[in-house]
């Protein structure tokens, strides 16, 4: 019997009440055909109704893929974990499950990515649940929100349970009715190759906690071959695993882009072709980043400006010292902006996401750079959660398993929010303050604990246009300072909670402010500049 069904038969599928899961990465790797159909039946015969969904990485975004949102209709919807949420300008109208979870018609929680993935792998060997230490002090620890977004997530997911002597947090596994996956090529019988697809995420943990649990598998794919004419070593989803095929040969391979060899990895760019960063405020400081890394590293590193530090190494001739290594799978290469951001090109390897946050949350990578929305006096850091715009965040992704166990993590941002900046003869000039503060008491959502951080002798450092910050055990100490900024005006006033000053207080060098190489070297990076007088 034939696996081939169209987009409404797939919907037609799902049932009042069941459990859907999909595997997405935002643009990258959205079912969104299947997707849309789903919304489509709603809106025709009220069905299905009080569906839960699961989405590890965001599904869809703000800039036409619209994933999620197909299925954002009250009495469509009524409870959703996501690792992150479609995000975008606060300009732009914000997605409607953003206006679900703020009038309480879904009851919404993110859940760190890389737990999510864990919560299939459970659910697929038919265990409990997940025993981590990923979370413990943030968000996701029930002694906060426990991953709660509003009060219509009053259904702890969560809890904290003591084992073996030690304190852990257990998420319940969550068993999928039905998972919704996408690749590129299906055979008749259901194998499914991803040589068009950006990154594998997280489809064959997905399929197996639907299949394992007596679940229906549904894939989305551009197109269908014969049996017997796929390679054993390309299919990353074996048909054995897959009930039904929905063909949609118009699948955007991520957000804008149709289809980019070169993201998945089958043709390698000339590294002449990348973009290198104007000289701008966000550059300097990526430079300064760029400054804490060294040969050899394995490096992750996070959306905003920290993911402009790959070109600053390809500008100064450092390219390939250091091995890029992001959530959705890639390792190596170059990551990609903007609208390609979760994809690399010439990388070196791609592998399961689900596989990548076992790297991550374990710790067995070098450094991670990741930015920063508010920092508080204990170091604690929130990137998930701006009450006054949040569509404007994703919430937390895989932020919360990357940073957990992570040896080095620089921070970077600016240090108020609305200041007007501007560059002039090596040093940096605030033209006009800001008038809010991101250095503050209490951070309004912990995305990375200080606390814990400390207690495990993790090495952060927070660079800003302004100074670099380093935790200790006594909270958040300036050790370097921009050239051009008054440390007690622009730093110490700037900040709603007191600073610790470095007995040998440094300055930025003043290359890092001029269009021009720096002469970055990562086999002992650039030198800092005496004493500030």
């Not at 459990?19 to 849309?36: E, I, N, R």
């Not at 290594?325 to 890639?330: L, N, R, S, T, Y």
């Not at 503050?440 to 670099?468: L, M, P």
Request: aromatic content about 6%; proline content about 6%.
């Amino acid at each position: 019997m034939s696996k081939l069904v169209s987009a409404a038969h797939a919907a037609s599928l799902i049932k009042d009440g069941m459990v859907v899961s999909v595997s997405s990465s935002s643009g990258l790797g959205c079912p969104d055909a299947v997707l849309a159909a789903i919304g489509e039946r709603f809106d025709a015969e009220g069905h299905p109704k009080n569906i839960t969904t699961l989405h590890p990485i965001a599904a869809g975004d703000m800039y036409g893929i619209k994933g999620i949102d197909h299925l954002a209709k009250p009495g469509l919807l009524t409870r959703t974990l996501c690792g992150s949420y479609p995000s975008g300008p606060s300009s732009a109208e914000p997605p409607q499950i953003w206006k679900m979870i703020g009038d309480n018609s879904v009851a919404a929680y993110n859940v760190p990515s890389g737990i999510l993935f864990d919560m299939h792998r459970e659910a697929a060997a038919k265990r409990p649940g997940v025993l981590t230490k990923v979370g413990l002090d943030t968000f996701a620890d029930p002694r906060h929100q426990g991953c709660a977004m509003n009060a219509a997530a009053s259904e702890p997911i969560v809890s904290v349970q003591q084992f073996d002597g030690e304190e852990w947090l257990y998420f319940r596994a969550i068993v999928p009715n039905i998972s919704i996956i996408r690749a590129t090529t299906a055979d008749e019988r259901g194998n499914l190759t991803y040589e068009h697809e950006g990154a594998y995420l997280g489809g064959l943990e997905q399929a197996l906690a639907a299949r394992n649990n007596g679940g229906i598998v549904i894939a989305q794919v551009k197109r269908v071959v014969e049996n017997d004419t796929l390679k054993p070593h390309d299919v990353r989803v074996p048909g054995v695993l897959v009930d039904h095929i929905v063909v949609a040969p118009d699948q955007l391979q991520t957000t804008l882009t149709p289809y980019d060899p070169a993201i998945s990895g089958e043709i390698f760019r000339p590294l002449s072709t990348f973009r290198t960063p104007e000289m701008n405020i966000q550059k300097v400081i990526a430079r300064r980043v760029a400054m804490e890394l060294r040969d050899g590293m394995a490096v992750n590193i996070g959306f905003g400006i920290s993911a402009n530090v790959p070109r600053i190494l390809l500008e100064e001739g450092q390219h390939g010292k250091v091995t890029w290594v992001i959530e959705q799978g890639a390792v190596g290469g170059v990551p990609l902006l903007d609208f390609k951001f979760g994809c690399a090109s010439n990388a070196e390897a791609i592998m399961p996401s689900p596989h990548q946050f076992i790297y991550f949350q374990a710790g067995g990578f070098d450094a991670s750079l990741l930015s920063f929305l508010q920092i508080d006096r204990h170091g604690s850091v929130n990137v998930s959660k701006l009450s006054a715009r949040p569509h404007v965040t994703a919430g937390a992704g895989g932020f919360v398993d990357i940073t957990s166990r992570a040896k080095k993590i620089v921070f970077s941002g600016f240090f108020n929010a609305g200041a007007k900046l501007s560059l002039a003869d090596g040093a940096i000039r605030i033209d006009q303050e800001g008038k809010v503060k991101k250095v503050v008491g209490e951070v309004e959502h912990i995305s990375f604990s200080g606390k814990r951080a400390v207690a495990q002798g993790q090495d952060i450092t927070y660079v800003t246009e302004r100074c670099v910050m380093k935790l200790t055990p006594d909270g958040l100490m300036v050790t370097e300072l921009a050239p051009g900024i008054d440390l007690e005006r622009d730093v110490l006033a700037q900040a709603e909670i007191p600073l610790a000053i470095a007995n040998d207080l440094k300055v930025t060098p003043a290359s890092l402010y001029q269009d021009r190489p720096i002469g970055l070297s990562l086999n002992g990076g650039a030198s800092l500049g005496g004493a500030h007088g």
